[in-house]
């Protein structure tokens, strides 16, 4: 594969990829990094590409270094996440320090990509300065938020700072159909209820639950009820979700084994499988929870369609345009309207106290029937 190759993955942040290969390029790297900007945008992608170039001067993306820090697996390559509804814990940075500390196994580099940083709690955020403020030799630390009132001013204030501003509809629209071969009817209607965060619009384009759609709204907007078609809706959306946590679960299998080669041998082997399997456990829940609430913004934006088109009858802000004719027909008051979209506010609450999920939609849509 061509060299820089996985900068060339990321789209539409030409002045902030320049800015790090130039770093590099220079050699005036710094100990720590702080990537913000709006969610979903491509700072993680960006922070993975920077961490594999560290270790793999071409960013080919395909040797065992850089396979290693995408999948997270690189013995030199830490990535610290929330975990849990906490956050970043104190634990998880006490464990990060005496890692740091030790010689990097096989990289130039040892490096640690902090995700949602603006997580962090207090007290892991206090025991993280100590060691951005006096920083080991070769080890460079790549802070990720998109909530930078969060982010202690302490901590800010010791990291270069790198700001990603978002896309726009337009370059995100592209994107998914020139990059990712999505249709583009699937590429608009995605980036209209993704509000044009292209990572959340690719997921959204990739699992599936477009497909739905138009049997959601045939549901949310049908003038006769069914309790059978509102249960068959809640079943596809669940199996949606499962459908792509166990796509995942192939790739995470893949990656475990690559990853466990590359520690053969280590005393410490046992304690690495069970942490990267903990957390292949979190990344599969974090991305059902992600499909739901993805459903459930869909289910919303039908709804604000309908009101939008008894406002003013204007298409042009529709997340859902192609159904215009549908939502023009539909005979729904603003009273029960608001009905609607506060019995979806309780299945999202549903959903994160872990409320069975097949139960909780089935529940919303037998509620949303007495809507229509």
């Known amino acids: 594969m061509e060299d820089n190759f996985l900068w060339e993955q990321i ?63 690189h013995p030199d390559f830490i990535y610290i996440e929330p975990q849990g509804a906490q956050g970043i814990l104190l634990d998880q940075i006490k464990t990060l320090i005496k890692r740091v500390k030790l010689k990097a196994h096989a990289g130039n580099y040892r490096v640690i990509i902090i995700d949602e940083a603006h997580k962090l709690l207090p007290e ?7 060691t951005l403020e006096e920083p080991p030799e070769r080890v460079v630390f790549i802070l990720v938020a998109h909530d930078m009132s969060r982010v202690l001013s302490t901590i800010s204030s010791r990291c270069q700072r790198v700001r990603f501003g978002a896309l726009g ?23 209209a209820l993704s509000g044009g965060i292209i990572g959340e619009a690719l997921e959204m384009a990739a699992s599936g639950l477009l497909n739905v759609r138009n049997d959601m709204a045939g549901v949310l907007l049908s003038k006769t009820p069914s309790t059978a078609r509102s249960a068959a809706l809640a079943a596809k959306l669940v199996a949606v979700a499962k459908k792509q946590t166990l796509k995942v679960k192939k790739t995470q299998d893949a990656e475990l084994a690559e990853a466990l080669s590359m520690v053969e041998g280590s005393k410490s082997i046992s304690g690495f499988k069970r942490d990267l399997a903990a957390r292949h456990h979190r990344e599969r829940a974090r991305l059902e929870q992600q499909c739901f609430r993805q459903s459930l913004a869909l289910v919303a934006s039908i709804y604000r369609d309908t009101l939008v088109i008894r406002e003013n009858g204007d298409d042009k802000f529709l997340a859902n345009s192609d159904l215009i004719m549908e939502l023009k027909d539909a005979e729904i008051t603003r009273s029960a309207m608001r009905s609607a979209l506060a019995d979806i506010s309780l299945a999202k609450q549903h959903l994160e106290r872990n409320v069975s999920p097949l139960l909780a939609f089935e529940n919303l849509f037998f509620s949303l029937e007495a809507v229509v």
């Open 11 to 73: 789209q539409g942040h030409d002045r902030e990829i320049s800015l790090l290969q130039g770093v590099i390029d220079k050699g005036r790297l710094a100990h720590a990094y702080l990537f913000y900007g709006p969610r979903g945008v491509g700072k993680s992608k960006t922070a993975h590409a920077f961490a594999s170039t560290l270790n793999c001067a071409q960013a080919c993306g395909t040797c065992i270094s850089c396979r290693g820090v995408q999948a997270r697996t």
């Open 124 to 130: 892991a955020a206090n025991a993280l300065l100590k």
């Open 169 to 191: 509809n337009e370059v995100a629209r592209d994107i998914l159909i020139k990059d990712h071969k999505v249709s583009k009817d699937k590429a608009e209607l995605a980036v």
